[in-house]
């Protein structure tokens, strides 16, 4: 069963360009991964679905019902964290969570307490009192607290540290495990292929690739950098899979993708001073690999 | 219910101190009276020499300013625009807050539909502004009961105190109106007291030039008018229907273009 279904969602601010017929589906149980780069449209294909915003035409359903003519009923069963937390300044921690959980129709609170606990959260301090990590955990047991059957977050781990970040995708988990939907948004790549089945990939508005992150990460380029004792001759790496090599003194850098002990062999005949290996972010995937497709 | 008693919390504060300006403005004012009362007629005649400009400026009017309640007509002017100065931006920014604040992605993601959202934010605001004109009759009527002498003055008051409301009622609405339709929820608030300046100064330039009289039906602050309401006038039907009539057209688009428009985020 779908969860969510977007069909041909297209939105235009006046005149620019917001999302351009967006279509997919999000299976019941999936963890869906929803990237592209900042201002692609992922927060406005979101908003779209919780009709903060209006599509300019296409449709989407949530539960299998219109996300505009059922808003406020398919709201029961979401929880959403935004991309830029803000809260009623003058309320303590605990005020507002009580006051998110009064919108649903249950007793919120031991669960309340449950989340604020695993995320470490003082609830007694005032929200404006608390940093920018602090406000997002706010967000994240705002939207989990009434045990959502779709989560739906935006861009969730900026400001928190790596440890919370664990214990957030630890919870996240945990969720799906007990039968949550749950869409992310992210322009960070690593955190989708960690947690997702599936992604979207949407740029400039359009979505331009649907896949499972299995397939994603066989093909995809990694960095090298390498700091060398001499100079390296120019065709050294000249083998299958190196693209945009460059060489500046004793720094030599290129792309690859294939099988990586090729490369590391090559690079093992070499005196070498120092090496880094990376992933590829987001944007320099789309810049080196889904230009050509897209 | 939640949503409402949110919005009483959250206004308490600024309700107390416009209750408390309002306190000091009619005590202040009435405090005055104390002394031309001493003086006698001889007040009534001083004024009628004042040129008709500088009183039309000054409220003054043609109020018997020798009864307390005549005095207290000339001070109902300024009660109007500071109770309308409220109104107007409760209205507004009750509507705007959640976008100025950007918690709108907080509470329209709750199952809650727009509708409902205006309805309670609305229905706060009137609370509020019920609340100022109810404390405003409550010290008018001492106040004012303190200085007669033996004149009927309670029917009088509660007159001014329905076209307060009517005045009270048509800016609320105009506020949220602005924070509804307008393009620009932010700046909702300095819209719609622009809007409600404009027609203050529109009512002191139609007393001062009698040939725009026809210029009355734009401004609320002529539906009702205090001297007339005073004497023996009393309310003019074709004003209250306009009231009726602007009112439920403010109501119907503040609804209607909130439930329509995107939320700016």
């Known amino acids: ?294 | 219910m939640n949503l409402f008693l949110r919005e009483m919390k959250s206004n308490r504060k600024s309700l107390i101190l416009w209750c408390i300006g309002i306190l000091f403005m009619v005590a202040a004012g009435m405090g005055k009276y104390a002394g031309f009362s001493g003086s006698g007629q001889s007040v009534n005649e001083i004024i009628s020499t004042i040129p008709g400009s500088l009183k039309a400026v000054l409220s003054f009017g043609s109020f018997d300013l020798t009864t307390a309640v005549g005095f207290y007509g000339m001070l109902f002017s300024y009660l109007a625009i500071m109770t309308a100065i409220h109104a107007t931006i409760i209205g507004a920014t009750i509507i705007s807050k959640e976008e100025r604040d950007k918690t709108s992605e907080f509470l329209m993601a709750k199952p809650v539909s727009r509708y409902s959202v205006v309805s309670a934010k609305l229905s706060a605001a009137f609370l509020n502004v019920l609340t100022v004109n109810l404390v405003t009759f409550a010290v008018s009527y001492l106040m004012v009961g303190y200085y007669s002498k033996n004149e009927a003055f309670a029917g009088d008051i509660l007159n001014l105190m329905l076209v307060m409301m009517a005045v009270q009622l048509i800016f609320m609405l105009a506020g949220s109106t602005a924070a509804a339709a307008g393009k620009r929820p932010r700046i909702a608030a300095s819209v719609a007291s622009g809007i409600m300046l404009a027609a203050y100064v529109l009512d002191k330039v139609i007393d001062l030039n009698k040939d725009l009289d026809f210029l009355k039906y734009l401004t609320p602050f002529k539906y009702f008018n205090a001297a007339k309401l005073l004497g023996d006038t009393g309310f003019e039907p074709v004003f209250v229907i306009l009231s009726v009539i602007i009112v439920l057209i403010l109501l119907y688009i503040t609804f209607v273009s909130y439930r329509k428009r995107d939320l700016s985020i």
């Open chain 1, 1 to 294: 069963m779908n969860i969510i279904e977007i069909k041909y969602l297209t939105k235009y601010y006046g005149k620019s360009r917001g999302i351009i017929d967006v279509s997919f589906n999000v299976e019941e149980g999936e963890i869906f991964g929803f990237i592209g780069p900042n201002g692609a449209g992922k927060s406005t294909t979101i908003r779209a679905l919780l009709s903060l915003i209006y599509p300019t035409s296409g449709s989407a359903a949530i539960f299998g019902k219109d996300c505009i003519k059922y808003g406020p009923e398919i709201k029961k069963e979401i929880g959403y964290l935004p991309s830029e937390v803000f809260y009623y300044d003058r309320m303590k921690v605990i005020d507002l969570l009580n006051y998110s959980a009064s919108f649903y129709k249950k007793d919120c609170s031991k669960r309340i307490r449950e989340l604020a606990e695993i995320m470490d959260l003082d609830v007694k301090k005032r929200i404006d009192d608390l940093s920018f990590g602090n406000k997002k955990k706010v967000g994240i047991v705002q939207g989990l607290l009434h045990e959502p059957k779709l989560i739906i977050l935006d861009e969730p781990t900026s400001g928190l540290d790596p440890l919370m970040q664990q214990k957030f995708f630890d919870l996240l988990l945990e969720e799906n495990k007990k039968g949550a939907t749950i869409l992310l948004s992210s322009h960070i790549l690593s955190e989708v292929q960690r947690l997702c089945s599936r992604v979207a990939i949407i740029k400039e508005g359009r979505i331009i690739k649907l896949e499972k992150i299995s397939t994603l990460k066989e093909d995809n380029y990694k960095k090298f950098k390498l700091e060398m004792k001499a100079p390296l001759d120019n065709d050294f790496f000249n083998i299958k899979g190196v693209v945009e090599f460059k060489s500046e003194g004793d720094f030599a850098s290129f792309l690859y993708k294939g099988n990586i002990n090729a490369v590391l062999k090559r690079i093992t005949e070499l005196e070498i001073a120092n090496i880094w290996i990376e992933e590829l972010d987001l944007e320099e995937i789309f810049l080196h690999y889904y230009e050509k497709e897209g």
